[in-house]
Nanobody, 121 residues
Framework: VQLQAYGGGSVRPGGSLTLSCRAS????????MGWFRQAPGKVREFVVA????????VYADTLQGRFTISRDNDKDTVYLQLNSLKPEDTAVYYC???????????????WGQGTLVTVSS
């Protein structure tokens, strides 16, 4: 499956963004979808994953409450709503797909190219 992430940009602290990731090539609803991020000089970290039908999600402990994942299987797209953004949220955000059950694991089969989010005043 091919993944195309978009929607990143520059935003001021406290602002919001919605990231999207569109899949193509295979049946989207077969995959657990995840979002990860990599800040400058840091390792890539898990953000959130969502189940195949969208009914359940697992968030990184430090991010739940500000970020919300959703998916639309009819549009082959997963979304990540980022609210109350902080400068430390600045990172390249990646979407990824894998089989299995929703969890916070970081081993995924397919990765998108990433979209940059910059939070700065």
């Amino acid at each position: 499956v091919q993944l195309q992430a978009y929607g990143g940009g520059s935003v001021r602290p406290g602002g919001s963004l919605t990231l999207s990731c569109r899949a193509s090539g295979r049946t989207f609803s077969n995959y657990i979808m995840g979002w990860f991020r990599q800040a400058p000089g840091k390792v890539r970290e898990f953000v959130v994953a969502i189940s195949r039908n969208g009914n359940s999600a697992v968030y990184a402990d430090t991010l739940q409450g500000r970020f919300t994942i959703s998916r639309d299987n009819d549009k082959d797209t997963v979304y990540l709503q980022l609210n109350s953004l902080k400068p430390e949220d600045t990172a390249v955000y990646y979407c990824a797909a894998r089989y299995g059950l929703v969890s916070n694991q970081n081993v995924y089969d397919y990765w998108g190219q990433g979209t940059l989010v910059t939070v700065s005043s």
